[in-house]
T-cell receptor, first 113, second 113 residues
């Protein structure tokens, strides 16, 4: 069966510090991968998606970036965090056929202070 | 994308069936109804989806009206662990890159002992 991992689970970082969140998927190959952010009490915002190694599409211009160095690894990064980057970051994957059937990781709760 | 309307909250007694309604009167012919839920502080969880026939899996049943303008998600024997926000979304079941999930307000289901 497929599983998706995210780490760390929680993170407190000062403004201006760098960020690296990692997501890995097991049990499937060539997944579509997604990074979402959920602000407190609000819906999901798609940040990035990837349909293959090295292929990244950005949905919202911001100071975040994403990379996919391996088929089942998706990394979210920032060189300098802003207060507005605080939120719940979720990684998700979908199979090659039915993209709206997405499976989410446990999430990383980021607080920028 | 078709807009969906859900009640903001519902209560259900433990062990009873929870019936969560969703209106999607502007749904088009190629759009499917998807249901997700999000337990507090966890990532969203895919539940089920359907086009026009009723669907059932190990988690729930989905009943779609004949005119497809509304649907009901049924949790046959609700448990306390089913307390969550339930989201109904309507999207075409087409493989497209960057298939972003956007959740509305959803229904907060509270299962009471």
């Amino acid at each position: 069966s497929q599983t998706i991992h995210q780490w760390p689970a929680t993170l407190v970082q000062p403004v201006g510090s760098p960020l690296s969140l990692e997501c890995t998927v097991e049990g499937t190959s060539n997944p579509n991968l997604y990074w979402y952010r959920q602000a407190a009490g609000r819906g999901l915002q798609l940040l990035f998606y990837s349909v293959g190694i090295g292929q990244i599409s950005s949905e919202v211009p911001q100071n975040l970036s994403a990379s996919r160095p391996q088929d089942r690894q998706f990394i979210l990064s920032s060189k300098k965090l802003l207060l507005s980057d605080s939120g719940f970051y979720l990684c998700a994957w979908s199979g090659s056929r039915w993209s709206y059937e997405q499976y989410f990781g446990p999430g990383t709760r980021l607080t920028v202070t | 994308d078709a807009k969906t309307t859900q009640p903001p909250s519902m209560d259900c007694a433990e062990g009873r069936a929870a019936n969560l309604p969703c209106n999607h009167s502007t749904i088009s012919g190629n759009e499917y109804v998807y249901w997700y839920r999000q337990i507090h502080s966890q990532g969203p969880q895919y539940i089920i989806h359907g086009l026009k026939n009723n669907e059932t899996n190990e988690m729930a049943s989905l009943i779609i009206t004949e005119d497809r303008k509304s649907s009901t998600l049924i949790l046959p024997h609700a448990t306390l662990r089913d307390t969550a926000v339930y989201y109904c979304i309507v999207r075409p079941r087409v493989e497209t890159s960057g298939s972003r999930l956007t959740f509305g307000e959803g229904t907060q289901l509270t299962v009471n002992p």
